[in-house]
């Protein structure tokens, strides 16, 4: 983000790490004094988790649609939180949903929504209304979740400044 800021080349992301070198789903959440400023990933890992950190850093940055993008000014009040995810697992009883331990990413047709498992918490939000406003993020009706749409799971490491 920093160099992008100042117009410098992105810094290599190359590790012999073996857990920065392996391939998970991840996204970058950006904060500003507490509230969402940015919020950018994928479900599944397609680059080495340190290569796609530092992508979606800047995806969350400079390329979530609801933000404008983030000013140089505003960096000293950002706070950065990664979400490391486990394989997606399809539900078959919405009952087996944990608010606190489980992230949901709900599908119908061409429309999907994913919330990470961090997020019910913050907003206090019981099982039924974590799987609605997933529904909501998708742009599904607040029920899709009981009328057919595929309802999964996966859990986050979560860790930041």
């Given amino acids: 983000i920093t160099c992008s800021l100042e117009g410098k080349s992105e810094p290599s992301c190359a590790t012999e790490d073996p857990f920065l070198s392996s391939k998970q789903g991840l996204f970058v959440t950006l904060k500003e004094n507490g509230m969402l400023r940015g919020c950018i990933g994928t479900l ?4 080495p988790i340190a290569q796609a950190t530092a992508e979606m850093a ?3 940055a400079f390329e979530d649609p609801r933000f404008r993008p983030l000013r140089k000014n505003e960096l000293d009040s950002i706070r950065i939180e ?3 995810l486990s394989p997606l ?8 949903v944990q608010v606190g331990k489980h992230g949901l990413y709900i599908r119908q047709g061409y429309r999907s929504g994913l919330l990470l498992p961090q997020v019910p918490v913050e907003f206090g939000w019981d099982r039924e ?7 909501r993020k998708a742009g599904l009706p607040d029920n899709a979740w009981k009328n057919g749409a595929e309802v999964y799971t996966f859990t986050a490491s979560v860790f930041g400044e």
């Fill in 58 to 60: 800047r995806a969350a």
């Fill in 44 to 47: 599944t890992g397609v680059k």
């Fill in 82 to 84: 990664i979400s490391v």
């Fill in 129 to 135: 209304a974590f799987l609605t406003q997933t529904c």
């Fill in 89 to 96: 697992r399809k539900l078959g009883d919405t009952n087996e």
